[in-house]
DNA sequence: AGGCTCCTGACGGATTCTGTCAGGAGCTGT
DNA sequence: ACAGCTCCTGACAGAATCCGTCAGGAGCCT
């Protein structure tokens, strides 16, 4: 019995046992001695499964490691496709991945009768005649920063052609048309800043948290920047 | 990279392509041989996975494979969150309550740690100083005669202001930066023909299948008149 | 026919795995 | 407080597995 056949069949039997199972009984059931057990548990907890061991108790399976089967009307997909469609093509590697990705795992999951959908979408979100911007960077790392509250070190250079080191606290990437912008707090000019991601010639994340809430920073933002931005917009094109 | 995760990710790569893939380029994306490739095949075969490999070919997973794909990652649901913030702006009415039916119904499968992306989600679609066009006529409408393959009967005023009756066959519905066209077969001209949705004065549907099949007309369509628009844009913008 | 591609076998070095032993710490019920 | 159970970790050494390389066979497509 190989490793990872014995890792599918421990999640089985997780799984199956809503109660608590002690490592003695997985042991048995699956003919290696304990210790095996726990660094089987140890490499599945590695793999991100929601398996808690308790002491005194056993190990209970909890939710949210493989993907339940959905239900969705056909409104709801075609919402995600358009959607998908459309970020796709504004996507950083591993991010466009993604958007394949649930492609691939919303077919194995959704019904049958909605699955062929996927396959000849009614419909879409072209690009013809849209010259989308593209990054020198890695974008996938500036999302990562977000997701992680971390700080970024970029080397930026401004529309007027103003090269700049800063560090900076982003807290939310807006995808556009053609750019991609950063949101951030600026260390270096203790204010907010918005960066357009084309412009970044190196970024660098040490892994430093920033000292703020990202969520914090996102409010305060939408009270003090997003009525500068609505009015300038608002003055470009009036009767936006 | 242990193996048990490799076979995972080989499980996801081939569920992600839906057209035959090399054990070649299989194996650059999991970064081990092609021997070792094949190994991993066996043994996701052996594991009852309906995988079928074809000489000359490749590999393809065919349906019907019990192990429920992985909960999506935070990549996958910034993809999502991001192509639902910018349809959102865009849907008539019945889509709009559909991206949100659809981040409710993620929020109730997406592990905790998750969750909280959908709340201060790290990433948007904006639309400050887009004017979005609006439509008079319900899209939705539209979206279903084209989920459904059926005739609709449209009053259409084109962009010279010239106003006409037809009946069409709408088989995609293609959304842009500020306005949807549908694209359908016209039975007045007996030829291809586009509609933007906001210049559609009034649309009728009266149930009535038209006598082709929808991803039938999307390839014929892709053949026929979607080069003219790509060198159409093209001529418009070079550097695109 | 030629070019891809799947597929299998063998081999050896590197890596991983596994059971045993020992011990720490937390939970539960008495 | 205590005993009993359980999770959990570390070290170690022999066993097993894994993996890349090489070689070759067979099927599919143009």
Not at 19 to 41: F, G, K, M, N
Request: hydrophobic share 45%; glycine share 6%.
């Amino acid at each position: 019995m190989a490793r990872s056949d014995r890792l599918l069949r421990l999640l089985q039997a997780l799984r199956r046992h809503r109660h608590p199972v002690t490592a003695d009984a997985l042991a048995a059931e699956l003919e290696v001695s304990t210790r095996t057990v726990y660094r089987d548990i140890a490499a599945l907890i590695g793999n991100n499964a929601p398996v808690r061991g308790e002491a005194g108790v056993g190990y209970v399976l909890g939710a949210g490691y493989d993907l339940p089967p959905m239900m969705f009307t056909a409104d709801e997909v075609e919402a995600i496709l358009i959607g998908l469609n459309w970020t796709r093509n504004r996507a950083d590697p591993s991010l466009r991945r993604a958007t394949e990705d649930v492609l691939a795992k919303l077919g194995a999951v959704l019904p049958k009768e909605l699955r062929p959908m996927l396959l000849d979408s009614p419909v879409i979100a072209p690009v013809v005649g849209v010259d989308i911007v593209q990054d020198s960077i890695d974008v996938g790392l500036l999302r990562g920063a977000i997701r992680r509250s971390l700080k970024v070190s970029i080397s930026y250079r401004d529309g007027q052609g103003a090269a700049s080191e800063r560090t900076i606290w982003p807290f939310r990437l807006a995808y556009f048309e053609m750019v991609r912008v950063v949101l951030a707090w600026c260390e270096l000019r203790q204010e907010f800043r918005h960066f357009r991601t084309d412009r970044i010639a190196h970024a660098e994340c040490p892994g430093v948290r920033y000292p703020e809430q990202r969520a914090v920073l996102q409010r305060r933002w939408e009270e003090r920047e997003m009525p500068k931005y609505l009015a300038r917009a608002k003055a470009r094109n009036p009767d936006g």
